[in-house]
Nanobody, 122 residues
Framework: VQLQASGGGLVQAGGSLRLSCAVSGRTFSARVMAWFRQAPGKEREFVAAISRSSGTTYYEDSVKSRFTISGDNAKNTVYLQMTNLKPEDTAAYYC????????????????WGPGTLVTVSS
């Protein structure tokens, strides 16, 4: 499974961005997909996850009302729509995938893509 994230950039506080994560290879192994983020000097943290088969989603509390994770199975792509961005959202965002059920733990995801940087200016 190969994952490729895109869509990061520089945005002002209150703005929006949409991240994309394209899945290739053994796509059936990417049953659950998630977004994590890592700010400089901090640990990687869970943001959101989606089950590609059921559509079930799960969010970290601080983003629940602002971010939306969705998937397009025909395109093998998962999206993270981010609105009302805050400076504390600044981080490298990573997409991850695995075959199992939704988890908020990074170590439970087998497949990872390179990060895409999101910078929110105040």
């Amino acid at each position: 499974v190969q994952l490729q994230a895109s869509g990061g950039g520089l945005v002002q506080a209150g703005g929006s961005l949409r991240l994309s994560c394209a899945v290739s290879g053994r796509t059936f192994s990417a049953r659950v997909m998630a977004w994590f983020r890592q700010a400089p000097g901090k640990e990687r943290e869970f943001v959101a996850a989606i089950s590609r088969s059921s559509g079930t989603t799960y969010y970290e509390d601080s983003v629940k009302s602002r971010f939306t994770i969705s998937g397009d199975n025909a395109k093998n792509t998962v999206y993270l729509q981010m609105t009302n961005l805050k400076p504390e959202d600044t981080a490298a965002y990573y997409c991850a995938a695995d075959l199992m059920t939704i988890s908020t733990k990074a170590y439970e995801y087998k497949y990872w893509g390179p990060g895409t940087l999101v910078t929110v200016s105040s």
